[in-house]
């Protein structure tokens, strides 16, 4: 958005006029499109403070950035930065809406499944122990609390502690964090990697974990998302995060089990008739994989 005026660039200062003046008339549609636990107005705050601290997303188109305010509001996360919820990052003429890894805490706690979620990373003088038997974990982490430098980080992990009592715990290596992760992310070298390693390496574990687990919907849209901007799969324009298919939150996740040298999950049985639904399915309002023609059937029950 670097406009003309009379030969002269427009000011940072009369561009975000600009871009206040243009939310603020968009502000019906953001409105129709939050959660009622969701403030528009805040949002619409939330998004011009973004562009006042990160002056890169004035230069963004408007639609782009209009996209990525959207899609926080459909998810209900704030991406003021603060909360470690959502960001909104400028990368290539456009603004892009990246979910943090508290957001994943958030959308994963929101389900009747997930009690919490503990992601932390493991340095090199931290007393760290992990293996896995046939019958049983071992799995130990007590942080170095001396006074030197506690050391690069070696690992990362998330713990899963299900409403049903039992647990789980995913544990990454950073070597394979960064060759399976890192990588492939286009801001690498200068970054959330760069400037936010440990939240980033949480943030990867929590996306391999939730792998395994029942989601609703629109987490199992933005694990899948994130799972393809991970590996370097190139998203199209249009609201992927929101509107991306069962089957393809499937193949992206065969995908990451590919990458990471782990067999894929077998494909989940159909909650309406019980077979396994195959790479044609879709999510009814819980998240539970169906099969289209099970949920019609089920919807013409309950009229």
């Known amino acids: 958005m670097n406009e003309a005026k009379s030969g002269q660039l427009v000011p940072a200062v ?14 019906n549609e953001v409105a129709r499109a939050v959660p009622k636990h969701i403030d528009p107005e805040r949002l619409i705050r939330v998004g011009l403070t973004a562009c006042v601290q990160n002056p890169n997303l004035l230069q963004c188109s408007r639609e782009s950035l209009m996209q990525a305010i959207m899609q926080s509001a459909q998810l209900g996360l704030m991406p003021d930065g603060l909360l470690g919820q959502a960001y909104l990052i400028p990368y290539g003429g456009k603004a892009q809406f990246q979910v943090g890894y508290q957001g994943l805490i958030e959308l994963a706690t929101r389900t009747d499944r997930v009690a919490a979620i503990i992601p932390d990373v493991v340095h090199q003088r931290d007393k760290f122990e992990w293996w896995r ?23 990362g992990y998330c713990i899963i502690r299900r409403k049903d009592g039992t647990a789980s715990v995913t544990v990454l290596s950073i070597r394979k964090i960064e060759r399976e992760h890192m990588a492939h992310s286009k801001a690498k070298d200068s970054g959330p990697w760069k400037t936010h390693k440990d939240a980033m390496v949480k943030k990867t574990c929590i996306l391999v974990a939730l792998k395994y687990e029942p989601k609703s919907t629109e987490l199992a849209r933005v694990v899948a998302t994130e799972e393809l901007v991970a ?29 990471l040298g782990e067999p894929a999950p077998p494909p989940p049985d159909c909650y309406g008739c019980g077979k396994p639904v ?8 819980q998240g539970r994989p169906i099969h289209e023609d099970c949920l019609n059937v089920l919807k013409r029950a309950k009229k």
């Open 231 to 259: 590996h370097g799969i190139e998203l199209p324009d249009a609201d992927p995060a929101i509107d991306t298919p069962a089957v393809v939150v499937k193949a992206a996740l065969d995908v990451a089990a590919e990458r």
């Open 133 to 155: 038997e046939v019958d049983k974990d071992h799995f130990l982490h007590a942080a170095y609390d001396g006074e030197e430098d506690p050391g690069p980080i070696t690992h």
């Open 14 to 27: 009369e561009r975000r006029v600009t871009v206040r003046q243009w939310f603020e008339a968009q502000k």
């Open 278 to 285: 195959g790479s044609t399915f879709i999510s009814d309002e």
